[in-house]
Each structure stands twice: as C-alpha cells, then as structure tokens.
C-alpha cells in the first residue's frame, strides 16, 4: 500500500515540483537560493540535479523584475514556480501580481493565461520578527483573479503543488516553515488535491474550529485538550483559501452551533472576517469568533512572541468560554504547550 | 547612419518604403480619426495618443517577424498597429465592444494581440518591461530564435524594475529589445525634474548592454538598428537598447493639445512638425503610389469603426466570464 509510506511537508513539497517537472518540460523553478546547498530549507533538493541549470536557477534581488519574467514567460507558453523562502519578500512584487497577474487572463479578454505557481513560506519562532513571519494569504484573497492555497500537511503540500503546476492561473501557494518537518501519509504517484474543498480533520459535535496553515495543528492540539473538559470539537482545514469551500464551512458550523476560526494572519479583513462575514449572510445562528494574530507587529523576545499567537491552550479558552461562558478553565500552560503532538497523517 | 552597402538590409527599398509609409500613416490616421470622434463619447476608454511617435514603433516593428514579441505600454496603439494589431478590433476595444482585442474588457490602455504577438499592454508605468523579459526568457528556452521588443518610455526608466530587468537581459543574454520612447515628458513632468542627468545610454551601457541613441527619431534610423539588432539576437547575442528621442504632440490622455495649458509651448512641437517622419517618408514616393497607399487606408478605417459602430456590447453574463482560465484553455497563441 502506497498510502502506508509517510513523507514529511517538505519532501513531500520537493516530491510535488519534482514529478510536475517530470511531467511536464514547461515548468521551470526559479527564486534566490532554489539551487544552492540549503535548498529553501531543503525543498528544492536534488532539482538543480536533475533538471539543470536552465529549469532550477537562482536570481538576483529583483523581485518586482522576477515576477514579470514569471508572467511573460506564463503567457508565452511556460509554466514557472517562483519561490520566495519567506512571505514578507512578496510586497516587492505585488505590482507584477495584483495588477497583471491577476488580470491578465480577463483583462485581455480571455486573450491569454498566467499559469504560475508564487511559492512563499511564512516564519514563525525563534525571533522571526516583524518581516518574517506576517501570513499575508488574505491580501491575495482580495484580488480577483488569484488563487490562494494554504496546505496544512505533507499530504496537501504534494497534491495541491501538482494541481498549482497543472492549474492555467496564478496560484499563491502559502506555505509554513513550522510544517516542513511535519509528517504525513503521501502516495508516491502523482496526484492532485483539489481546490474549493475544505476537509474534515476531526470530527466532534460541540464546537467547528477552522483552522489556516498551520493552525489547524494548533486546532487539533485544543481539541485535545477540549476532549479532556467533555467537549468535543469538529476540526476543519479549508485547504484552499481561493476558491472557499463556504458551503461546507457553513454545513460544519450548523452541526454545532459554534464556530471559531482561527487564521495565521491578522483577523482583520482576512481569511476569518471573509468566513464569518459569509455565514452572518446566511443568517446562520451559530456563535461565532475570529482569532488571530494580535493585532499589532510581530515582537521578537520570547516572551512577547508567546502572546502574538493562538495557541492550543488561546484556542481550547475560547471554546470553552462559548459553550460553558461564565465558567473558568484554565489549562496548565506547560500541559497546553506539551499538548498531545496530534500530528495527523490522515489518510485523506 | 553609415553609408550605404549593396544589398544592404538597413537600406531601403522602394518596397520597404511603401510599406513604412503605409504604417506611418495608417498609425497617424487612425489616431486623428480616434481624436475626432472621441468628444461624440463613443470611444469608452482613456485615449493615450502617440501622434507625433509613430515613428519609433513603425522603425522597430517594420524588420519583426510575427513569430517575434512585442511588450508595448499604455500609450500603444502605434506599436500594436505597427506590429500588424487588428484595426478594427482595436476600435471595437476603445468602443467597449465584444468584438474587441480584449473583449471589450480592457480599453485603449490593454490592447493585445495575440495573433501576431503583441503583448497585453499596462497602465502602470514600467509594468510590461518585466513581462516583456519573460517572453524573451521563454524564446531562449523554447529556442524559438524570436525576439522581443520591449517599448518603455521616459518614465518607465525610473522604475526599479527597468533596472532590473536591464541586469537579468544582460546576465542571461536574453533576446530583448529595449526600445525607450523617449517624449521627455511623465504626464506633464520633464525630465529635468526628474532626471539627476540625462545619460540615460551610459547607464545602460554599465550593463553591457549596446545603447544607441535617436536625437530625432528618424525612422530608417531605428529601422537599420533594429534589423542589427534583431540579427545579432537572432545569433544568440544579449540584449540591445535604443534611446528614441520623440515627440508627444498631443496631451497626456485625450483627444486634444495642451499648449495652452502652460508646462510647454508650441515651439518643439514645430520643430517635430517640421520633420515628420509620415510626410517625411510620404515624400520619398511617387504621387501614384502615395495616393493609393492613403485611400487604402481611409476605407480601412471607415470599415474599422464600422465594425465597431455595428458590434454588440458583451453580454451581462461577460461580466464574469474568463476571471480564471480553465484546465483546458489554449492560449490562441504565445501571448
């Protein structure tokens, strides 16, 4: 059995680009750093190798320049992965992303298309700081035209990379640096993940958490410690961002009555204002509560860091406090911290 | 320019006039016949016009093949027509109607043409230099032996991503022609005001990339340059750029003249006139020849807005149609 083998995030990436530029001689990688020693952490490994020069190459500091290339190149029949080793590095090409990326395929009246892939990874820890770390995904949810994926696990991470490559539009392909050395079960053929479908992680009638990236770990680890108080929560991972699945969003929430979603970004106008803004139209009657990035800069100490983030034990809080209001629950900090690691490795 | 060779390329003929002329004109005409309806309110977009400039895009477009690019900017009519863009097609777009370039979707300022490899055009200065980069990357790649004029103005030079592209053509030797149209104007700054000096060609150079520079735009000129270039990019050579000094005679955007309006006067504007590259090389043929040239062009521009007066508006259901691009989609060509 294939889906027996287990396959970190970050190989399971390499695995992705690898067999989609296999598949197909279009598609070339190119970012600072995709063909030296490290490898973007080592998620370009072996392709230089492979491919050569002319398919995995390093560029100079010219983001807003590079991600042109990446458009002309798209529409003139090529299929480029563009990659950025951190999130923040995107603001010096949104020129090139919001006003030709996103448009070129309707501006120019179904003329042409940008089929390219915009790798970026957010930071987190270790005193990333205030530009290594901000999860930017719903900037892009904005823009019309765009597609924002999110994988959340190994499994995702291939699947959704293949279909990105396959895709004929840009895809804003957000990754987490606190996943790549995560595990999970990964067919070693190639396969798609599909977007506009959010999946069911774990299953529970009391509370939805929806959780972005990398918080749908941070989720599972509250719905552990939730278990332990007799409250059992549904964990949601939305999987991709653009296209939402807000029809299972909305399908998850009524099963429970309370949703709180919980982003790796800021929660204003972001992913979790879009998805409670959708059900306050459907008039659903649920609860419900965004969470978040603290609403100011990301600090570096230590001790300020811990409080810019949800955390299992922020998480599990706040559910508590919609179901059983009023009443205290206090997890351990050190228990929180050492929750269950829950690591889910599917199967899908 | 040097003196004159036998079978020399850069030369023209009596064919390569009538055809320069042909372009010129047609440029200039349709440009006029743009201004003259435009106050009517049938045209639907913001008109840049290159009245006064044709010459740059019909000297650098005359020698391209259709397999080759072209990256224009917002004020690009001239190099869509130049490079063989759909007239009618081009007034349908400026009309907002379905049967447009774009679909109706993108105006005067996103013109495209995939047909013969005209690039989308941009309204943000400096945009489509980058894009432009990308088409001649993938010729490199795909070994197509195409080329890719890349149209910029003055202002476009300013732009981080000018130079940034200018390092990454020169580094990867990429077959791109940088053609700057140089009009000394962003919207109604000078250079002057903008420019810490004006040796723009020298700081090309410090890339290694060859500069040459048009003082008047002549458009044999740019042509010989082109035909040099393109050969000498056609054989694996890097990237060129060529300085146009021209001329906007008109105002920024619209129909109209502006020397009213206090940041220049008249006088230059003389000056350019009196060396008109489309009277200029309309003169070097024969009456016969030029008459036929010109009523060939009034019917195809009587017919172009025509076509645009006679197409249907896209349908509501457009609105949305082609946000994304599905699985199946082949582009029509390149662009």
Redesign the interface.
């Given at each position: 059995m294939t889906d027996t083998r287990t396959l970190t995030y970050v190989n399971a990436l390499n695995e992705g680009m690898r067999q989609a530029m296999r598949e197909d001689e279009r598609v070339?990688l190119f970012g600072l750093d995709v063909d030296d020693h490290k490898a973007i952490q080592g998620s370009t490994k072996g392709l230089v190798e492979e491919f050569g020069a002319?398919r995995v190459f390093t560029?100079?500091l010219?983001e807003?320049?590079?991600?042109?290339?990446?458009?002309?190149?798209?529409?003139?029949?090529?299929r480029p992965i563009h990659t950025h080793i951190r999130m923040d590095f995107l603001m010096l090409g949104m020129?090139?992303l919001v006003?030709?990326a996103s448009k070129?395929?309707?501006?120019?009246?179904?003329?042409?298309?940008?089929?390219m892939v915009v790798r970026s990874m957010i930071g987190k820890s270790w005193g990333q700081g205030a530009q290594h770390s901000q999860g930017l995904h719903a900037l892009f949810m904005h823009i019309?035209?765009l597609?924002v994926v999110a994988p959340s696990n190994a499994h995702d991470a291939k699947g959704l990379m293949i279909a990105a490559v396959?895709?004929?539009?840009p895809v804003m392909f957000v990754e987490h640096r606190l996943l790549y050395p995560t595990e999970a079960f990964v067919e070693e053929a190639p396969f798609e993940v599909p977007f506009g479908k959010a999946r069911v992680i774990r299953e529970g009638g009391d509370v939805t958490l929806v959780g972005v990236s990398n918080m749908v770990n941070e989720c599972l680890r509250a719905a552990e410690l939730l278990q332990e108080e007799g409250i059992e929560a549904t964990v949601l991972d939305p999987v991709s961002l653009i296209p939402l699945d807000y029809d299972r969003i909305a399908r998850e929430t009524d099963k429970t009555g309370n949703l709180i979603v919980v982003d790796n970004g800021w929660t204003c106008c972001g992913a979790s204002a879009e998805i409670l803004a959708d059900l306050a139209e459907r008039g659903t009657r649920a609860k419900m509560k965004r969470m978040g990035f603290a609403p100011t800069t990301c600090p570096t100490s230590p001790a300020l860091e811990a409080l810019f983030y949800p955390n299992p034990a922020t998480i599990a809080q706040a559910a508590h406090e919609m179901l059983r209001p009023g009443k205290t629950y206090s997890p351990d900090p050190e228990r929180a911290k050492l929750a269950y690691q829950v690591a889910f490795k599917g199967p899908f | 320019m040097s003196a004159p060779r036998p079978n020399d390329p850069t030369q023209p003929t009596a064919d390569d006039l009538r055809r320069l002329y042909r372009s010129l004109r047609l440029i200039r005409r349709v440009e006029e016949e743009v201004a003259r309806v435009y106050p009517t309110d049938k045209i639907k977009s913001p008109v840049h016009l290159s009245i006064g400039q044709e010459a740059v895009a019909v000297g650098v477009c005359d020698p391209l093949e259709t397999r080759d690019y072209v990256s224009p900017t917002y004020r690009g009519h001239a190099a869509y027509l130049a490079k063989g863009g759909s007239v009618p097609a081009m007034i349908a777009e400026l009309y907002g109607k379905a049967t447009g370039c774009a679909a109706g979707k993108g105006g005067s300022m996103h013109l495209i043409a995939p047909e013969v490899n005209v690039m989308g055009a941009s309204a943000v200065v400096g945009t489509t230099v980058p894009t432009g980069l990308g088409a001649a990357f993938a010729q490199k790649r795909l070994r197509t032996g195409a080329v890719v004029a890349v149209f910029l103005g003055d202002g476009a030079t300013e732009e981080g991503a000018f130079y940034e592209s200018l390092n990454f053509a020169a580094l990867h030797r990429l077959p791109v022609l940088f053609v700057m149209e140089n009009n000394g104007l962003a919207i109604h700054t000078g250079t002057e005001k903008r420019w810490a000096t004006d040796r723009i060609c020298e700081r090309v150079e410090t890339y290694g990339i060859p500069a040459q520079r048009f003082p008047t735009s002549d458009v044999i000129d740019i042509r010989a340059a082109t035909i040099e270039a393109i050969a000498a990019m056609r054989d694996g050579g890097g990237p060129h750029f060529l300085e146009c000094v021209t001329y906007r005679w008109r105002e920024h955007v619209g129909p109209g003249y502006d020397y009213d309006q206090g940041y220049r006067d008249d006088s230059a504007y003389k000056e350019w006139q009196a060396r008109d590259q489309v009277e200029l090389i309309g003169g070097r043929l024969t009456d016969t020849d030029r008459d036929a040239i010109d009523a060939a062009i009034e019917t195809e521009i009587a017919e172009a807005f025509a076509f645009a007066e006679d197409s249907p508006w896209p349908e509501p259901d457009r609105l949305y149609a082609d946000l994304y691009a599905d699985r199946d989609f082949t582009p029509v060509r390149g662009v």
């Open positions: 070339f002319e560029t100079p010219s807003d320049a590079m991600t042109g290339l990446a458009i002309g190149a798209a529409v003139s029949g090529m020129n090139q006003n030709m070129y395929h309707y501006m120019y009246g179904g003329a042409a298309s940008v089929p019309p035209g597609k396959r895709d004929n539009n | -």
